[in-house]
């Protein structure tokens, strides 16, 4: 089977940076995704993570580590707009993308 | 840019009536699935599909099952609704460039 375990919850700061993280019991292991998601809107790709280390996209980076089965997804210069879902899906040994519950961002100014 | 189009966007269902979501896409892409995402739940695989006429069960099939006639169309039948299956209901795509194409959503409502 397959466990995807994320915060609830998080609040932060404008300007700040927050980390959520996301740790995986899978069978097989090929990939890791993070999506963002707004209230009543479809979850929009932000990072795709297959090997180890750190993969930066302008103020979002993400992190893998494989050998630990855990993820980070790191937003720097928190802006307003940032408060969304963050969902972490891995695809496992059968290549179907399973999701974590996905962890509620709260930016205040 | 992929586009996936699931053409009900809102819909108000009796129990027990049939009940029918589209999905639409326009890349050609093997992989679709379907989605619901209910509150502390997150988003809960019902069915996928590989190709044509292909279809496997997800982690919550009971109550659901699925067409896919043609490689763009997939198509997710409520055959006899009940209120237990008001939800948000997202297809998705899945390229060989590992990114998962979402569509907007269908909120059905069962009453």
């Known amino acids: 089977g397959q466990n995807i375990d994320q915060p609830t919850e998080m609040t932060a700061t404008e300007g700040a940076i927050v980390q959520i993280n996301c740790t995986y019991q899978t069978s097989g292991f090929n990939g890791l995704f993070w999506y963002q998601q707004h209230a009543g809107e479809a979850p929009t790709f932000l990072s795709y993570?297959?090997?180890?280390g750190l993969e930066e996209k302008g103020r979002f980076s993400s992190f893998l580590s494989r050998s630990k089965g855990y993820s980070y997804l790191l937003l720097k210069e928190l802006q307003m707009k940032d408060s969304a879902s963050y969902l972490c899906a891995v695809k496992g040994g059968s290549y179907i993308p399973t999701f974590g519950r996905g962890t509620s961002l709260i930016v205040h100014p | 840019d992929v586009k996936v189009t699931q053409s009900s966007r809102y819909l108000v269902k009796r129990t027990g009536e049939k009940v029918f979501l589209e999905c639409v896409q326009d890349?050609?892409?093997?992989?679709m699935f379907w989605y619901r995402q209910d509150p502390g739940l997150g988003l809960r695989l019902i069915y996928f599909?590989?190709?044509?006429?292909?279809?496997e069960k997800g982690d919550i099939p009971e109550g659901y099952s699925v067409s896919r006639e043609k490689k763009e169309r997939f198509s997710l039948i409520l055959e006899s609704a009940s209120t237990n299956q008001t939800s948000m209901y997202l297809c998705?795509?899945?390229?060989?460039?590992?990114?998962?194409?979402f569509g907007e959503g269908s909120w059905l409502t069962v009453v």
């Open positions: 890349m050609d892409h093997e992989n």
């Open positions: 993570n297959v090997l180890d």
């Open positions: 998705a795509t899945l390229t060989s460039g590992n990114t998962i194409y």
């Open positions: 599909s590989y190709d044509v006429k292909m279809k």
